[in-house]
């Protein structure tokens, strides 16, 4: 071949990566004994700087060699601090765990970012997209490999489950005054479909919830500014994980 054939050649493979199952979140979160999904996330705008020096090339592995069943990484700047340069990072540090690309999705050039950057799931919020509109983005993520966490919030936000997403998010925090309540999980989760897999999101602070929410059907916990706010995440999550 000549070298535009190579790189064409090249450039099929790198499509067809693209396009290809990525590690599964769904699965790693059933296969697990605790279900923490270690989130790398250095702002909040109710909080302002949890950790502004994170380093997502470090931070993430440490995740990982400490426990974590998956990752989430936040990659909204504006508001959180984050970057979608950041999953790659962790890619590049050595982290094969399942990633959650967490921003607040609304358009489908969203979804290639995730899957160029080495997401294995993104978020879908309800409270941001209409039911049509997360189907449509839905499909889409599954044809880009990654799986979904539908993430709802209130009652009324329960009937996305009948989309079908491949995990089922119950944010604790409310959006719209960022107050937290882990009580939320337990007052929806019987709501949602029993063959669901139930992530437990914001709010969780102690090994006590967690077993809780587990005996309350969750298999997932995504836990974030606990780790985040010490000085050394790897070791909160490891002893949060000795608890369990």
């Not at 067809?16 to 909040?44: H, N, V």
């Not at 990072?89 to 358009?107: C, E, H, M």
């Not at 989309?163 to 107050?179: A, E």
């Not at 709010?203 to 010490?230: C, D, H, W, Y």
Request: with cysteine; proline share 3%.
């Amino acid at each position: 071949m000549d070298i535009l054939e190579q790189i064409i050649a090249h450039k099929h493979e790198e499509v067809a990566a693209l396009y290809a199952k990525k590690p599964s979140l769904r699965e790693a979160l059933l296969a697990s004994d605790t279900g923490i999904i270690a989130e790398f996330k250095r702002r909040s705008p109710s909080k302002g700087w949890i950790k502004e020096d994170g380093r997502a090339d470090i931070i993430p592995l440490s995740y990982q060699l400490n426990g974590a069943a998956a990752l989430s990484i936040l990659t909204d700047e504006h508001f959180f601090g984050g970057n979608d340069v950041f999953i790659h990072q962790a890619r590049q540090s050595g982290v094969t765990l399942p990633i959650l690309y967490k921003n607040f999705v609304i358009d489908e050039a969203q979804l290639y970012a995730a899957a160029l950057c080495g997401a294995s799931a993104v978020l879908l919020i309800a409270a941001c997209l209409s039911k049509q509109d997360c189907k449509r983005l839905m499909d889409k993520a599954h044809q880009l490999g990654m799986e979904v966490l539908l993430e709802m919030h209130s009652e009324q936000e329960l009937e996305y489950a009948e989309l079908c997403p491949d995990l089922c998010g119950i944010n604790n925090r409310n959006l719209g005054s960022f107050v937290t309540d882990v009580d939320n999980s337990f007052r929806l989760a019987e709501l949602l479909p029993k063959d669901t897999v139930k992530v437990s999101e914001s709010g969780i602070s102690n090994p006590e919830t967690v077993r809780a929410l587990r005996q309350a059907g969750f298999r997932g916990f995504l836990i974030g500014e606990t780790f985040m706010k010490t000085s050394n995440p790897d070791d909160a999550l490891a002893d949060f994980i000795s608890k369990l």
